[in-house]
């Protein structure tokens, strides 16, 4: 079980930004997990991978893609009170699910 966050690289949001937008996706998509998943994955450590696209357009296929399997999954809109202006997509969590079905979705995708 792993969970796969998806952040835009083109935004150039800083670090702590950054870490706080995977935050938020992360959480709010665990809490669209069914119990049993959620259960399964607390167990193994909670595995994550943080990764990386460079437009909107990409996160949008993801969730797509994600929900058309129904995988658990994510899109965070920034709230626009730092860096971002308001209603800006800065990332996606797919996930929790089978390793093999995060990576089906976002397995071609690069590291953050």
């Known amino acids: 079980m792993k969970q796969a966050i ?4 083109d935004l150039g949001m800083g670090k702590g930004k ?22 399964q994955w ?29 995988i658990p999954n994510a899109v965070v809109r920034d709230a626009g009170h730092t860096q971002l202006d308001p209603g800006t997509v800065t ?3 797919v996930g929790p699910d089978t390793d093999e079905n995060i990576d089906r979705i976002t397995g071609h995708l690069s590291l953050y």
């Open 6 to 9: 998806v952040a835009r690289a």
């Open 18 to 39: 950054l870490a706080a937008q995977v935050a938020h996706a992360s959480l709010s998509a665990v809490e669209d997990t069914d119990s049993r998943s959620k259960t």
């Open 42 to 70: 607390k167990g193994g450590g909670q595995k994550k991978v943080v990764l990386q696209v460079d437009t909107e357009k990409k996160l949008f296929q993801l969730a797509d893609n994600a929900e058309r399997d129904g």
């Open 91 to 93: 990332c996606i969590a």
